[in-house]
């Protein structure tokens, strides 16, 4: 399979815990988006990369939250001292031409 | 800035009957148009795409859509569902250019038997 892949699919913390997640790209694609689902919504612009360039950051990325992309490749999601409104599904995405690939998502749930 | 409305939550139909999804959208300059596809607990797939050319675009599953630009609408479109069609749908878009996408809130498609 060479889609686009997520892990953990699924994690439930404590508040006030840290919380790390990894997406790996298709291989070939320069450009990786994250965004955040929350229940009944639609997904929400977190954050993109041209390679190992983090290229916009949405006013939605507060100062817990930390992505990286080194190397160009694999990405990383980090939420520090999470809170109870954190609880969404995290998409990635990597883009091809001009439409992106999304993977399955990692659900956070807070507690 | 870009948004986008879908004006059904939800749309209920009977199997094998024809459906339509309505997505507009709010832009000042010109636009790529996405409509994808969410199963319960996955990611997203690409139904199909508007980048330009052909106002009409086919997709997967036998979805099709119609960009309107003096409507500036992208509405989805399927002559006869079925039950694996059940799903919620979200229409996006994407400044040419600048290529993160908006979405809309999504539609959730019910087919009954």
């Known amino acids: 399979d060479t889609g686009v892949s997520q ?4 994690k439930i913390t404590k ?3 840290n919380v790390t997640f990894r997406c790996d790209p298709i291989s070939e694609h320069n450009r990786l988006y994250w965004y955040r689902q929350t229940l009944g919504q639609g997904p929400e612009f977190l954050t993109y990369f041209q390679n190992e360039a983090q290229l916009e950051k949405s006013r939605l990325l507060s100062d817990r939250f930390s992505a990286e992309r080194p190397k160009g490749s694999f990405s ?6 999470t809170e109870q409104g954190d609880s969404a599904m995290y998409l990635c995405a990597s883009q091809g031409a001009y439409e992106q690939y ?3 998502g990692t659900r956070l749930t807070v507690t | 800035a870009q948004s986008v409305t879908q004006l059904d939550s939800q749309v209920p139909v009977f199997e094998e009957a024809p459906v339509e999804l309505r997505c507009n959208y709010s832009s000042s300059v010109s636009v790529y148009l996405f409509w994808y596809v969410q199963y319960p607990n996955q990611g997203l797939q690409l139904l199909l795409k508007y980048l330009s050319g ?3 675009v086919k997709g997967i599953n036998g979805f099709e859509a119609e960009f309107n630009k003096s409507q500036t609408s992208f509405h989805l479109r399927k002559p006869s569902v079925h039950i694996s069609d059940t ?4 229409c996006a878009v994407s400044v040419r250019g600048a290529q ?3 979405f809309g809130q999504g539609t959730r498609l019910t087919i009954n038997p």
Do not use: D, M
Not at chain 2, 87 to 90: C, G, L, N, T
């Open chain 2, 87 to 90: 799903a919620e749908y979200f």
């Open chain 1, 15 to 17: 508040r006030g815990q």
């Open chain 1, 102 to 104: 999304f993977g399955p």
């Open chain 1, 76 to 81: 990383t999601l980090e939420i520090q001292r």
């Open chain 2, 100 to 102: 993160k996408l908006v």
């Open chain 1, 7 to 10: 892990n953990p699919r699924h």
């Open chain 2, 54 to 56: 052909s106002t009409l």
